[in-house]
């Protein structure tokens, strides 16, 4: 009875602190507690402890939860120092309860090694990691930890899985696989939601790009909705052929709810595109890619996307997919507030460099793209969202500043993350420490709601 007692107080502690990590960091804690209070409990019914032991005991037990309350609190602080990436100073971050609390100016110097604190990097458009492919229909929650422990590594905290042209059956079943992702405890933080990039998109030959033409279809709202709720509301983001018949309702209804709609793998003139962003549409998706080779030089579906300023521009700058040109004209129109970096990476990134078979047919897989080797075009992107930035930085002679508001802030406003993408007192610690080397960004350290996730020593 009494020690039923016991439990209900400990259970009431555990319910006034409400949170996950108080079974995480306090659990252990709790151990060597209930240990003492088992082997009172023991001494009070065999009748040893009298008046002043129960008040002794009762003092002992509150000791002990201020001492937890008192350690969990110290656990929650930390301190983060690096030199700050949007003014090259060195900073202190204090970290309390996994957010930015205090942002402390240090008096040292950088040096040359120096190792830059920046947001985590959000990669808004990503099939898949490691030999991870999220369109699997054999994946589990365990090879999308896996494929989101491999992406931690490479700097991203925060992606939104991808999904291309499929058949509804697969999609759904798809969707209901990576909703299980959305709460998990160890990995729901850096999967806020997916990304579906068709299938209401372009039938057209060199606009629907590598998308199966045979399950490209027109947009249906109440299909979508399946698979919405198949992705337990998942879906943030979609990419959709503004030309297609019924794509304006579609994307009026899409703005209506909250999912943002990205026009891409399309052939839209100026007044589909107009008629588009009127409706909502906010991003094209790889601008420069999912297009036919041969197109109108003066009415083609770049220049009305270019020229409004209502789209912000996502782009797979690995130096594969665009040309330096094309990135730089990009920048230049864009800037760094409506430029937002993609790697559009396939489940063979950050594997071996070789030969493998994907869609029945050999591909090759180089260190930084996905090539079919026998017409030796491309196949796919391989490089993470790091590789980009270095190589935007490398580009267009842009600021790291710069680099980080394509590949963090700005992918993190577009889906209306407000907590993330950017430093500052009140924003979730979503951190990485790095390195520039050789124009390239290396990971030191990734740290997810003031967690280190993964570091390099
Ligand atoms: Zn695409």
Request: hydrophobic content about 40%; overall charge negative; aromatic content about 4%.
């Given at each position: 009875m009494r020690s039923r007692i016991i439990k209900n107080r400990c259970g009431k502690i555990l319910e006034l602190r409400n949170c996950r990590k108080f079974f995480q960091n306090e659990l252990l804690l709790l151990f060597p507690v209930c240990f003492v209070i088992n082997n009172e409990l023991s001494l009070y019914k065999k009748g040893k402890i009298l008046i002043m032991g129960k008040i002794k005991f009762i003092y002992k037990v509150l000791f002990i939860v201020v001492?937890?309350?008192?350690?969990?609190?110290?656990?929650?602080?930390?301190?983060?120092?690096?030199?700050?990436?949007?003014?090259?100073?060195?900073?202190?971050?204090?970290?309390?309860?996994?957010?930015?609390?205090?942002?402390?100016?240090?008096?040292?110097?950088?040096?040359?090694?120096?190792?830059y604190i920046a947001p985590g990097l959000i990669d808004i458009q990503i099939n898949g990691y490691m030999g991870i492919d999220f369109a699997s229909q054999d994946l589990t929650i365990e090879g999308l930890r896996e494929a989101t422990k491999a992406l931690w590594k490479e700097g991203v905290t925060t992606f939104l899985p991808t999904l291309i042209t499929a058949d509804q059956e697969s999609l759904k079943n798809s969707f209901s696989i990576l909703s299980e992702s959305l709460d998990d405890e160890e990995i729901g933080m850096s999967i806020p939601g997916f990304h579906l990039e068709g299938p209401y998109i372009s039938p057209v030959k060199g606009f629907r790009g590598a998308h199966l033409e045979k399950y490209i279809r027109q947009p249906d709202w109440n299909e979508f909705m399946e698979l919405q709720k198949a992705a337990n509301?998942?879906?943030?983001?979609?990419?959709?052929?503004?030309?297609?018949?019924?794509?304006?309702?579609?994307?009026?209804?899409?703005?209506?709810?909250?999912?943002?709609?990205?026009?891409?793998?399309?052939?839209?003139?100026?007044?589909?595109?107009?008629?588009a962003t009127d409706a909502g549409a906010s991003m094209s998706t790889h601008l420069g890619n999912g297009c036919a080779n041969m197109i109108n030089r003066h009415n083609n579906p770049l220049w009305p996307q270019l020229a409004d300023d209502r789209i912000s521009a996502s782009i797979i700058a690995d130096g594969f997919h665009l040309t330096r040109e094309e990135v730089q004209c990009f920048y230049k129109i864009k800037?760094?507030?409506?430029?937002?970096?993609?790697?559009?990476?396939?489940?063979?990134?950050?594997?071996?460099?070789?030969?493998?078979?994907?869609?029945?047919?050999?591909?090759?897989?180089?260190?930084?793209?996905?090539?079919?080797?026998?017409?030796?075009?491309?196949?796919?992107?391989?490089?993470?969202?790091?590789?980009?930035?270095?190589?935007?930085?490398?580009?267009?002679?842009?600021?790291?500043?710069?680099?980080?508001?394509?590949?963090?802030?700005?992918?993190?406003?577009?889906?209306?993350?407000?907590?993330?993408?950017?430093?500052?007192?009140?924003?979730?610690?979503?951190?990485?420490?790095?390195?520039?080397?050789?124009?390239?960004?290396?990971?030191?350290?990734?740290?997810?709601?003031?967690?280190?996730?993964?570091?390099?020593?």
């Open positions: 001492f937890i309350i008192q350690a969990n609190h110290i656990n929650a602080q930390q301190k983060v120092e690096g030199i700050l990436y949007l003014d090259n100073e060195p900073v202190s971050l204090k970290i309390v309860d996994g957010r930015i609390a205090e942002i402390e100016r240090l008096s040292s110097k950088p040096t040359a090694s120096a190792v509301n998942g879906i943030k983001l979609i990419t959709v052929a503004p030309e297609v018949e019924g794509a304006i309702p579609f994307i009026q209804e899409c703005s209506k709810n909250g999912i943002v709609v990205s026009l891409g793998h399309h052939n839209g003139n100026t007044e589909q595109i107009k008629q800037g760094s507030n409506r430029t937002i970096l993609v790697s559009d990476a396939l489940d063979l990134a950050g594997l071996e460099p070789g030969e493998y078979i994907r869609w029945e047919r050999k591909v090759l897989l180089t260190p930084d793209v996905v090539k079919f080797p026998a017409e030796n075009v491309l196949a796919g992107a391989a490089s993470p969202l790091s590789t980009c930035v270095g190589n935007i930085m490398k580009f267009t002679q842009c600021t790291l500043l710069d680099a980080i508001q394509m590949a963090s802030t700005n992918p993190a406003q577009l889906i209306g993350l407000d907590n993330i993408g950017e430093i500052s007192p009140g924003k979730r610690a979503d951190l990485i420490l790095f390195t520039m080397e050789e124009g390239k960004m290396v990971i030191q350290k990734t740290i997810v709601a003031g967690k280190v996730v993964y570091s390099k020593q």
